[in-house]
């Protein structure tokens, strides 16, 4: 069983930047694909980005990519999401996620990972 816990929400003005944290309890963190979600109020969740447990491999939406960074630190099993030029449209609560792999290189899109984190609120005022 996988544990996730998400911190580094909160207020931000527009242009600015934030980087939030999912420390995961379980010794086989580095065997597991990691994801970041998020779910605007009145909206579905939707896929921000993931990489994969080698950590060779990350897949952003077309909506933060070059703005926002996934990595991993296995000694430490963190994962980050690093979020520069925040826009309001990025309001929402990031959930982190976690999906065991056989395949060192897989990662995922999708929502049907194994397990969630409770989520972290981050809100780009105008």
């Known amino acids: 069983q996988v544990q996730l816990v998400e911190s580094g929400g909160g207020l931000v003005q527009a242009g600015g930047s934030l980087r939030l944290s999912c420390v995961a309890s379980?010794?086989?963190?580095?065997?597991?694909?990691m994801g970041w979600f998020r779910q605007a109020p009145g909206k579905e969740r939707e896929f921000v980005a993931t990489?994969?447990?080698?950590?060779?491999?990350?897949a952003y939406a077309d909506s933060v990519k070059g703005r926002f960074t996934i990595s991993k630190d296995n000694v430490k099993n963190t994962v980050y999401l690093q979020m520069n030029s925040l826009d309001p449209e990025d309001t929402a609560v990031y959930y982190c996620?976690?999906?065991?792999?056989?395949?060192?290189?897989?990662?995922?899109?999708?929502?049907?990972?194994?397990?969630w984190g409770q989520g972290t609120q981050v809100t780009v005022s105008s």
């Open positions: 996620s976690a999906l065991p792999a056989a395949n060192p290189d897989y990662y995922s899109s999708r929502t049907d990972y194994a397990h």
């Open positions: 379980g010794r086989t963190f580095r065997t597991y694909v």
């Open positions: 990489i994969s447990w080698s950590g060779r491999r990350t």
